[in-house]
């Protein structure tokens, strides 16, 4: 199952959510014939293969060359690194478990399994956010003195320490519980009867990887690109005038796109999980599987699109990064 949000065995919560009927209880509904297991086997095989090469790569080419270490490209290499780990150790997870709703992976892995993504999804994030202020800096203020590569480092650590300690609470309340006939991974929170943990925790997690570092990214390119676009070329400038300001103007145009990708694959992702605590009874449904399975190939997917992004735009060997 998804690991971001869920406490659920499958699509949905057989832990809290079922009818007092044994049956209904530890039943595995939601059953697919082989040829649509085969179609998301491939599916969701491309996203692994695709990020993890297309992001080793782009580590490659920017720690391969000196000329290439610089603040913008540190970030990209951690988002890289962050998006390949995911798709390495979650997505083929995710779906083994999602299609059959019973875990193979042992009560360790299942604890790695929920904690994980969100500790990769908020480093890539807050990389994209480190970039935007990096480029608002550079560009709005560009006298003022920018971060040095020890001190670019040592935001890259805090980036993964708050990580870390946002994600702890998916690793300190997972857990495995064995029903007839199977074995289910799942977030077992507590419930206190003066607040609900679990869904403070969820909006938080939203807020904290999805809303605010959106619009952090979301002012600070605007602002920017008002200022790159806003006023023309003055006609007599040099051309390293020009071309300096061309290779700004495709790495603001390179991040806008990977931030929008970002955002559009997340959304139905975090709506989903939303309509989960306010509407449960959808989730019984026997097509909300290929719903869930759809969403979730479109949220691990944006793993794979930013080093197309990069080759597309050209921009990932561009020095004035």
């Not at 720690?63 to 490209?73: I, Q």
């Not at 990580?163 to 690793?171: D, G, H, I, R, V």
């Not at 006023?231 to 007599?236: K, L, N, R, W, Y």
Request: charged residues 10%; aromatic residues 16%.
């Amino acid at each position: 199952m998804d690991p971001l949000y869920t406490t659920t065995d499958g699509p949905y919560d057989t832990m809290k959510n079922v009818s007092s009927n044994f049956t209904d209880l530890y039943s595995n509904q939601f059953v697919q014939p082989v040829w649509q297991i085969v179609i998301w086997a491939i599916a969701y095989c491309s996203i692994v293969i695709v990020s993890v090469v297309g992001n080793i790569v782009v580590i490659w080419i920017i720690l391969a060359h000196k000329r290439m270490r610089t603040v913008t490209n540190y970030f990209l290499v951690n988002l890289a690194f962050a998006e390949a780990s995911m798709a390495a150790f979650n997505t083929v997870i995710n779906f083994v478990y999602s299609v059959h709703n019973e875990w193979y992976f042992g009560t360790g892995y299942c604890g790695f399994h929920n904690f994980f993504p969100i500790a990769a999804v908020f480093a890539s994030i807050y990389s994209m956010a480190a970039i935007a202020l990096d480029r608002y800096m550079a560009i709005i203020h560009p006298l003022q003195q920018r971060l040095s590569a020890v001190e670019t480092k040592v935001v890259i650590g805090v980036i993964w320490v708050l990580a870390l300690l946002l994600a702890f609470p998916q690793y300190f309340y997972s857990s495995t519980a064995e029903l007839p006939g199977r074995v289910v991974c799942y977030l077992d929170w507590p419930e206190y009867k003066i607040w609900d943990f679990k869904l403070t925790y969820q909006i938080c997690v939203m807020v904290l990887i999805y809303i605010l570092p959106l619009f952090v990214m979301a002012v600070a390119y605007l602002v920017v690109g008002l200022h790159l676009w806003a006023s023309e070329i003055p006609g007599d400038c040099t051309d390293r005038y020009r071309e300096q300001l061309t290779a700004k103007r495709k790495v603001v145009k390179m991040m806008i796109v990977v931030v929008c990708t970002f955002a559009l694959c997340w959304l139905p992702y975090h709506a989903y999980f939303l309509l989960h605590e306010f509407c449960p009874d959808v989730f019984e449904e026997r097509y909300i599987q290929q719903v869930y399975l759809a969403v979730m190939w479109l949220a691990m997917s944006s793993t794979m699109y930013n080093p197309i992004i990069y080759c597309l735009l050209q921009t990932v060997g561009n020095r004035t990064l």
